[in-house]
Structure formats: C-alpha cells, structure tokens
C-alpha cells in the first residue's frame, strides 16, 4: 500500500532518462520538477526484528576473548583472523540477518555467548533463540518454538560433538548448516568457512585459578567446594553405576562427548562446565536461571537426597569449577581499537597476498565498525550528550575519514589495482591509528563509553522504540 | 550565462513554485529554472558562489513545505484528526530531509531543536514517538514549538551566506549518513518512514550537487563528473524501493562511500578543500 503511493510520487519525479552526460538537462529537468506533497499512507514499523527485540548492543561489559594463539604469545594466524572477521560479518549470513546487521557475534559475543539476547517469537526467555523459526529461514521454519541457549564457543574444540542434541560430529558441518540453514546465508567458500572454523577452535576456556591438573581442584579451594567435589564423584544412591563426575569427566573438559537423558526432554550432549559461572542460562532450552536450580533437577530425577548442606556444597563445588579469570572486559575505546587492529592487519595482509574475498570482508566489516563506533560520539543531534560538542565532531570526522580511505582501498582492488590499494592503505593505517583513535581516546568521557550516558542515551532509546501497545501501558 | 544567474536571482526574489496560485504558472516559473540550470551547465563553471545562491530558492522551498506540515499537522491535532495529523507529520518531513544538506552543518542549533535524535522529547521525533509510537494527539506544545523553530529557520534561510565549500560539505556528509544504518527500522521507525526519509535525502544530495557542483566538476574534470553522477544514480535506484525491509544496505553503502571519495577528489579541481563529513571539524 505505502509502495504504490510512494512509487507514484517518485514516478512523478524519475521518469526515464534517455542517454548519458548529453542529457544532463535533461535529467536537471526531472529533478527539478516541483516537489509533490503528495500524501503518504500511514504504514507501520519496516524493522527487520521484531518490536522488543533486545540484542544486548549496548552492553557494558563484554565477554572477553582469550584466543589460544595470542594467549601463548603469539599473533593470531591469518586464518584465525580471517575467520574472527568472517564470524562479525552479516555479509556471510543471509537477508534478514543483514539487515538487522546480525552476525554470529552477535549471539556469540567475542565467542562466549549473549544472556540478553532475545527476540520476541524466536525466544521464550532472554538467552534462547530458536534456530529453526521462521525469522532468518522460512524453509527451516519447524512451525514449533522450541529455542535452545545460545551456547558459549569458549573450548568448543574439546566439546565434539556439536549441537545442544549432539547432531553433528564435525564443527566445520556444524558451522556450514548455522550460515546456510539457520540463517539462509549463500554457500560460504571453502577458505571462509575453515577460517571461521580455525578461529572457533582457537576460542579458549578462561584461565581458572582454581582447577589443577586433571581438572581437579587447587590448594586454593575452601573446605565447602572440597566437599562439593566429592559429592561430585559420589555414586547416585539409586544407582550406583551414576555419578555426577561419570558423565562431566573432570579430566576431560568435564563432558563425555555423549548424549544423555537426565529427564529435560530427551537426549542431549554433556555440556560442559568449564567457565559455566557466565553461561547461564542453563540447560539445552535455557530454562534453569542458576546453578543451584541445575543441582535441584538432578536432587529431584535421580533422587539424589541432597541435604542442604550437600547441596550448597555441590553448588560451592560447580561455581569453582566454572569459574575464569576476568571473564568481562569493560567496552571502551581500546577494546574497539583492539579489534581494528586485529582486522587492519589482515587487510595488510590480504592485500599483500591479492586476497580479493578477505579484502571485500575486511573493508565491509571494518567498514560497519567503524561506523558503530562513530555512533558512539553522538552528534549535535543527540540532546542526552552535552559538553565537547567539537572534539565529538572532530573524532567523527576522523572516522568517516578512515571508512572512506577503506572504501578506497576496496575501490582500487576492484580495478585490479594492488598498488594502489597498498599506498592507500597506508593512508588508511596513519589515519586510524595515528588521527582517529588519539582523537577518540581524548573524547572517551563524552561519549556513549562513558557508563552514565550510555545508560541514559539506552533508557531513552527503548523508550522511544516501544511499540504503541507498550506505550499506552 | 548571465542570463542563467539573473533568471535564478529573479525567481528567488519573485515567486517560487510553491507559493504560486496555479499550477500551470508554476510549471512555468519551473520551466525557466531548468532551462537557466541547463544553459548554466552547458556553459561550463559557474562561478561557485553564484551556483550555492541558485539552491537558496530550493531550500526556501523545502523548508517552507517543513513549515506548511507543521501548520497542517497543529490543524489536524485540533481537530482531533490522528490519520490526518499523521500525514501532515510525514509530508513535512519531506522538505525537511531534502534540506538535510543544508541544516546539520549552517543551523545545528535548530537543527537539534527540529530534528533531536535519537532522544527525542522534542521535534519531529519527539512528535513521532508520541504520534505515531502512542497514537496520541496531545502534541500541541511540541507542534507549537516545530512550528516557531521551521519559521525562524524559513526567515533566517534568506539571508544566510551560502559558502560552497560548507554546502560541498553538507553533501558529502549527507551521502555518507544515507549509506549509514543508523539502527533496525531506521531513524523514523516509529512512524515507518526511515525510508521516505532516505529518498528525500537522496534527492536533496542530488539537487544540491546538480544546481551548485556539477557543471563546475563537469568543466574541470568531465570523467569525475561521470563517475559522480553515476553514484548519484545507482543510489538513487537502491533507495528507490518500497519497503525498508528489501533495502540493499551493502550496496547502498558502498556506492555512498564511494560518492563521497568522488567529491572528496572532485574538492580541489574546483577551487574548493577536501569536504569535512562533520561540520564544525574542519
């Protein structure tokens, strides 16, 4: 309805121009028509997601990532990089997911995953997402909300085989069938899809302070998570061939690789419980908030007769376990740039090696950062941020400037020129590193990094979003 | 030539389009436009300064329809007309985003007070949330104070120095925005005209750039001309959809971006500096 009336009124101004720069007045011609104030029919909300989707955007603390490479001091390969960028690209996902400018980063935030994530018909509680709903895939839609948690990928290289039921042995089948099935993405090229994979398997656990080898506890370890871990080993009293241990091998990760029915539903794989302290929700649907709701489903279907003492103990004794080291980093300027880093340094070297599809990446995704980022320094329009209004033009100036030297670069590898696109990376590099984060830096405490006016400027935000239902409330 | 300039001064200082009784004296006042614009740009450069003085009359016009919305929408709200104030919101939004090119850099101040966002209590998107997010027509205060911020800035845009370069800033920073996602749903979710607001966008870039840049670009560098006018196009056909939802957002960036390094090259050859894409930075 609104697309006919707005086509009349644009037909009325684009009608067909014949040729190229001879008809130039021609064409002034057309756009120089009066402007019709024509009427637009009052159409609804053209938002991909759903009204009060929360995507969590906005968070303060971000998971943080402690990739194996870099943690032995190393730098991360190309390929762990490539397939880092190709895992916070929408551009290998499909339409839908495109356009709400979601990529597997957005589940999987720096590869953990996203307690907050919820959207409205695909979730029934904040941290589910139902992988087989009819938002990103009409054709995978099972016509049943069954969302699962959206899992956290920290040790996924222990953690075969994959999928909450278990489904599929290999990680890189895994991955393929998330792009293509769940999220109607066009075929990954083979190169893309062992980059994502090799970065997957690069995600590590978080350090744990109290695990010693064999993941058995340290010295460090109180007397409560003592007992907890022997309890952890004690056979059910009902059956005694049972245990908590027999299944989450403490020396193995904590899983067994094998699926289990321990009364959810059905059969689903032993999750881990490494660094599990920051992967609630629990349970293969998300239905458990915390851990001692976990150690009361066990109590309860195997009849463990836990005393109250047994089961604050166990819950001590899970809490070591899934315990890490700094598992949060706070967002701000230097965790963006840390990134930039990762990616501009593989666009160096893609550029180097005439890698054509990890340039068209880098550039896209680097591109929707640095544009997030830019966003992040409101301008003038913005009435919740007051004070160094120019030094917030300045650093956004700085960042268009920086989008606009990659695009550039994008440009001349499109017309085959690498030399080109080699001296206009060096522009690109001086104005990032050199320009534009300084500038930034400097103006972090008027910016959407500065906790109180992200809160206010988020507040405001939902509050203008709600739909008109949620309004009159 | 001169003829070309003299017949734009006279039309600013006669009666523009909008204002005209009937259509047909319009189309004729439109018609003496074009072809002055059209003998300018076979004439080959303009000088800048008289080229950025021809828009003025477009913006008077863009803005005075922003005004005549806003008068409508306070008639419809006393009237108690919801759908009718819904329309009157939306079509003044029309002139207002054509005009984009002018107001975030020359009148930031009124452009804060006319068009606040995200966090708006007031202006155009503080009615929305209101309007449109609410379906609530007590929105008169708000109506009143748009009304009196678009009438300041109607008498205010008569009189204002059109410098080129800040207008070649304008543009370019105006197609950088448009190749932005500024969130899902766009800047006017409430309402569900993100997208109308991107083509009068658009269709501000491409005024602008045809009336003040394009024949001195054309004359100094007739391959960059193609090349701009070429963005402008494909631009033009990106947003040229119904729906936000079927919106090439890749390509609508790419081609912006794009846009915008062409100005940021055709900047020297015609006298002017590389565009800021921030006013106020420069």
């Not at chain 1, 350090?207 to 871990?229: D, F, H, M, V, Y």
């Not at chain 1, 009293?237 to 959810?264: E, I, K, T, W």
Request: proline content about 5%.
């Amino acid at each position: 309805m609104i697309g006919d009336a707005k086509r009349g009124w644009r037909d009325r101004k684009h009608r067909p121009v014949i040729g190229q720069r001879g008809l130039w007045a021609a064409a002034t011609l057309v756009v120089l028509l009066p402007h019709a104030a024509t009427s637009f029919p009052v159409d609804g909300d053209q938002a991909v997601l759903p009204a009060g989707s929360e995507l969590n955007e906005d968070a303060l603390d971000v998971p943080r990532e402690v990739l194996h490479s870099e943690y032995r001091g190393d730098r991360t390969s190309y390929l762990v990089a490539l397939g880092d960028l190709a895992f916070n690209s929408p551009a290998i996902l499909g339409d839908v997911a495109r356009r709400a400018n979601i990529s597997c980063g957005t589940c999987h935030v720096n590869g953990a995953s996203n307690a907050k994530l919820f959207v409205p018909g695909m979730s029934t509680r904040p941290g589910n997402f139902d992988t087989t709903g009819p938002l990103f895939n009409p054709k995978a839609d099972n016509h049943v909300l069954d969302p699962v948690r959206i899992p956290s990928l920290r040790g996924a290289r222990y953690l075969a085989p994959y999928g909450h039921d278990g489904r599929m042995a290999s990680l890189r089948d895994f991955v393929r069938n998330v792009v293509i099935n769940e999220f109607a993405g066009p075929e990954p090229s083979a190169a893309i899809l062992d980059a994502i994979v090799a970065y997957i398997q690069d995600i590590d656990f978080l350090p744990n302070p109290k695990l010693g080898a064999r993941g058995r506890l340290n010295e460090s370890a109180s007397e409560t998570e003592r007992r907890g871990e022997a309890l952890f080993s004690k056979p059910f009293p009902r059956d005694p061939n049972l245990s908590c241990a027999g299944c989450h091998l403490p020396a193995g990760a904590f899983v067994d690789h094998l699926q289990h029915d321990v009364g959810s539903g059905g059969l689903f794989k032993t999750p881990t419980l490494l660094n599990a302290n920051f992967n609630a929700p629990y349970f293969h649907d998300g239905r458990y908030d915390d851990l001692g709701q976990v150690v009361d489903h066990f109590d309860r279907v195997f009849g463990l007769a836990l005393s109250a003492q047994d089961r604050g103990d166990l819950v001590a004794y899970l809490r070591a376990v899934g315990d890490g080291r700094q598992p949060y980093d706070r967002d701000s300027v230097m965790v963006r740039f840390k990134e930039i880093s990762t990616f501009s340094l593989l666009l160096a070297q893609a550029i180097g090696m005439r890698d054509r599809e990890a340039i068209e990446l880098a550039v896209d995704t680097l591109g929707g950062e640095l544009r997030d980022l830019t966003e992040r320094f409101p301008d003038h329009r913005n009435p919740a941020v007051t004070g160094a209004l120019v030094e917030r033009r300045l650093a956004r100036a700085a960042l268009k400037d920086v989008v606009i030297s990659l695009r550039r670069i994008a440009i001349a590898v499109t017309t085959g020129d690498f030399d080109a696109a080699t001296a206009e990376y060096r522009t690109y590099y001086d104005l990032t590193f050199s320009r534009a984060m300084p500038l930034l830096r400097g103006t972090e405490p008027w910016s959407l990094f500065n906790p109180a006016l992200r809160e206010a400027h988020g507040a405001q935000r939902r509050q203008m979003l709600r739909t008109p239902a949620q309004a009159q409330r | 030539m001169v003829n070309a300039v003299e017949t734009r001064m006279s039309d600013r200082n006669g009666v523009v389009g909008a204002h005209l009784p009937h259509a047909r004296c319009r189309r004729a006042a439109m018609l003496g436009v074009i072809v002055a614009i059209a003998l300018a740009a076979n004439a080959g450069a303009a000088p800048l300064e008289a080229s950025a003085e021809g828009y003025r009359r477009y913006l008077i016009e863009d803005i005075g329809q922003a005004l005549n919305g806003a008068r409508t929408l306070r008639e419809r709200l006393v009237a108690a007309d919801l759908d009718g104030a819904k329309r009157a919101w939306i079509e003044g939004r029309i002139g207002w985003e054509r005009s984009e090119v002018f107001t975030s850099g020359f009148v930031p101040e009124l452009d804060q007070q006319i068009d606040a966002w995200p966090n708006a209590s007031h202006g155009f998107h503080g009615i929305e949330v209101k309007l449109f997010g609410a379906n609530r027509t007590d929105v008169g205060d708000e109506t009143d104070a748009l009304i009196a911020h678009l009438a300041d800035l109607h008498a205010q845009i008569e009189n204002i120095p059109l410098d080129p370069q800040r207008l070649l800033n304008g543009v370019a920073r105006l197609a950088f925005e448009v190749g932005g996602n500024k969130a899902d749903g766009g800047e006017s979710r409430l309402s569900g005209t993100s997208l109308n607001d991107m083509q009068s966008n658009v269709d501000g870039i491409e005024l602008a750039y045809r009336v003040i840049f394009s024949g001195a670009i054309e004359a100094s560098d007739p391959r960059l001309a193609d090349a701009a006018r070429a963005a402008i196009e494909r631009i033009k056909a990106t947003v040229r959809i119904s729906d936000l939802r079927s919106l090439d957002a890749e390509k609508l960036r790419a081609d912006s971006e794009e846009l915008v390094a062409l100005l940021q090259s055709a900047a020297p050859k015609i006298g002017l500096s590389k565009p800021t894409l921030e006013e106020g930075s420069q």
